[in-house]
């Protein structure tokens, strides 16, 4: 997905994993297909509006 597609209707039905410092985007929330270590978070307004 890409970062300038979400909008405030991605809030909460997008997730999300902070990976090397960036942000890499999912719409499920399933675990993490190449960390499985790192669960996925659902998309927060902070997240959304604070990272590039």
């Given amino acids: ?3 300038d ?3 405030a209707n991605s809030i ?3 997730f999300c994993v902070k990976v090397n410092g960036k ?3 999912y719409t499920d ?4 297909p190449v960390y499985p270590e790192k669960p996925l978070r659902r998309l927060t307004p902070f ?6």
Avoid: C, F, Q, R
């Fill in 1 to 3: 997905m890409k970062d």
């Fill in 5 to 7: 597609t979400l909008t």
């Fill in 23 to 25: 942000y890499e985007y």
């Fill in 47 to 52: 997240i959304m509006n604070n990272n590039p």
């Fill in 12 to 14: 909460g039905k997008v």
């Fill in 29 to 32: 929330s399933a675990a993490n």
